[in-house]
């Protein structure tokens, strides 16, 4: 009993002598760069300690929080990545098939016409103007598509043809006097002439229409054709009316088929009134025979 209460003294001088180191004042010295006198400041050695300690423990939780921050940076810069890449993806998508419903649409309305006439005229105002397992329905799309836009390209193609293409008679209430072709000079009389195109009769002063759409490139006189009026159709196509009472457009102008582009009159060297028509195919002159029955060739 003795023994343990003189090893409890012993323990007790111990916990003592701690206390007292921990709690001994320790100076610390505050140098300024100034040349103002030193201070000199006294606290308990335990709460150095513990602000060492403090220190070392903020510190580690400073570190962690700055390493885990960037950290979530480097994820939220890959997620949103991520999330833009789908926002593209199904923009994608949905612009596909926007153009697919639109297209779609259109060509409903086309192939509900009869003939391909009416398709063509149809077209005549039309502008021809294009990972969740994603690539693989975009892949098909697009197929999809590029199936639309060459479809739209050769309906644009044929577009142009029709309508570059001279197709029926300029005038109406016409009579044939003279068809392409060799022939008698009507004008001077005996001998022989190539005639370059087909005189249509008609009543002085009848409408002349445009045969095809196209560009006025001459509107004027000439010595033996009269007032003469000449469109540039595209496609390598022109044609040629003359012999006009006067002519109703410029040069320059753009007409549709079916526009007024003069009267039918008896100027220049012409034994009366009617219309001499002609056309013209890759700088040539041809036969408009087939040109005003059909859509020619």
């Not at 300024?32 to 006198?37: G, K, L, S, T, Y």
């Not at 975009?138 to 044929?158: D, G, M, P, S």
């Not at 012999?243 to 753009?254: C, F, I, L, P, Y």
């Not at 009159?265 to 056309?279: A, I, M």
Request: charged letters at 20%; glycine letters at 10%; proline letters at 3%.
């Amino acid at each position: 009993m003795a023994e343990n209460v003189k090893l409890s003294g012993s323990a007790a001088r111990k916990i003592r002598w701690i206390l007292k180191k921990a709690f001994a004042s320790v100076t610390v010295m505050v140098i300024p760069h100034n040349h103002v006198r030193t201070l000199n400041i006294k606290i308990p050695g335990v709460f150095l300690i513990a602000l060492v300690l403090l220190a070392c423990v903020g510190t580690g939780y400073l570190t962690n929080m700055t390493v885990k921050g960037i950290s979530y940076r480097a994820q939220n810069r890959h997620l949103s990545a991520d999330v833009q890449y789908y926002e593209d993806q199904f923009s994608q998508v949905a612009d596909t098939l926007q153009e697919l419903k639109v297209a779609g649409n259109e060509f409903t309305q086309l192939f509900k016409l009869d003939s391909k006439e009416e398709v063509l005229e149809a077209t005549a105002d039309m502008e021809f103007t294009g990972s969740l397992d994603l690539p693989d329905l975009i892949a098909e799309l697009w197929k999809a598509r590029q199936e639309v836009a060459e479809t739209k390209n050769y309906l644009q193609l044929q577009k142009d043809v029709y309508v570059s293409t001279p197709r029926g008679y300029p005038v109406s209430g016409y009579r044939l006097t003279s068809t392409y072709g060799w022939r008698e000079d009507p004008v001077n009389g005996g001998g022989r002439k190539f005639h370059s195109g087909v005189d249509l009769a008609c009543n002085q002063g009848t409408k002349i229409l445009a045969t095809a759409d196209g560009i006025v490139s001459h509107s004027g006189w000439t010595t033996d054709s009269g007032y003469v009026v000449v469109l540039e159709h595209g496609l390598g196509f022109s044609t040629f009316y003359a012999h006009n009472k006067s002519n109703a457009v410029k040069v320059g102008q753009q007409v549709r088929r079916g526009d007024l582009v003069g009267y039918v009159g008896s100027t220049g060297r012409t034994t009366g009134p009617h219309v001499h028509y002609e056309v013209w195919k890759n700088g040539k002159n041809v036969n408009p025979a087939p040109y005003l029955v059909g859509e020619g060739s």
